[in-house]
């Protein structure tokens, strides 16, 4: 089968999305997802990392020796994550606090060196920047999703921003006789809603 | 105030199930007892001394010379050759736990939970002696989770789960169990 730009983009959204049909990167999942706001700030902080480490990693397939690639893709990922750290910093402050550790664990995150190991060291430019921003996405809804069910149940309502813009305000959606089930958004309601999403996923045949 | 330190490292902030650093080991070696056991050993070991280590080098090297901002890519650069060092030292002096730990000493490079901890002990601006401390008690945390979920998966094996809950999804449901007992510290220190 021809490779398409088209289907090395969709695949990361459906087929082969992330956190739940590769089981990969799960640290961000359960960490950062306690709101719909940090899951999407999180979700897009990696896109950024795996967008740009595909490409160069794609770019500089040929030069990089097999060697040592895993030592080069590892530092050409660090680098794009400590651009995301400092910009992170310097402009989305309060979400930078809240995602704490996780940001600088970008560098570890399997995903993003799955990746570069296993799709943007042996195809070209233009796939591998579909394939790292269709897995990015893919990332990003899936960590959005978790967030917002976990925030939905533990406080009731949905409400925040992204990066600062698009702010959404949802209250209350169950009425207010709804006792918001705080475990949601403690640590173990995080493996529990996760584990149920996987379920639900599964329920639904692949085609 | 150490012991202070390690309880609060091994259950109240356990690293696992408190706060999600290193679940991709979590999920991945936890199937055989065995293979958990051979994770969980080159955990401390390799934990140890990368949390030492990044200590020094980030409060003697990149704080002097104002190179905060490369913490990441020294941290990740300290730890795979370390993790190599480590390996080369082993597979020399100490065969018999270099077999033992076989596969599992090349794949912690990208175990998050070593690299989470030399960045939370430089957060938390540890001294020396705490960092030392609080690396070896988070390892030991990380070692306990990941026997028990080992035991419990060996157990879930035998039992009859409903299709779309097999497999990843059982075993997420399980670590939330696990995690809630854990979640019982909370408060004790």
Redesign the interface.
Known sequence: MAKSIATEFTKGLWKEVPPFRLVLGLCPVLGVTTSMKNGIGMGLATTFVLLCSNILVSLLRKVIPPKVRIACFIIIIATFVIVVEQVMAAFAYELFMSLGVFIPLIVVNCIVLGRAEAFASKNGVALSAADGLGMGIGFTVSLGLLGAVRELIGTGGLSGDVFGFLPYHLPSIFGAAFQPLEFAVQAPGAFVALGLLLCLMNLIPSK | MYIELIVACIFVNNIL????????P??GTSKKMETALGMAMAVVFVLVLAGVMTWLIFNYLLLPNKLV?????A???VI?SLVQFVEMFLKKSIPGLYAGLGIFLPLI????AV??VT??NI?KEFGFLQSLVASFAYAVGFGLALVLFAGLRERILLARVP????D??????T???I??SF?AFRGMV
């Open positions: 199930l408190a706060q999600f650093l290193g679940n991709c979590f999920l901002f490369l913490r990441t890519i941290f990740i650069l795979a490079t990208t175990n998050c690299f989470g960045v939370l957060d299709k779309p809950l097999q990843t999804s059982i075993a997420l449901v670590a939330g169990i995690s809630l979640y």
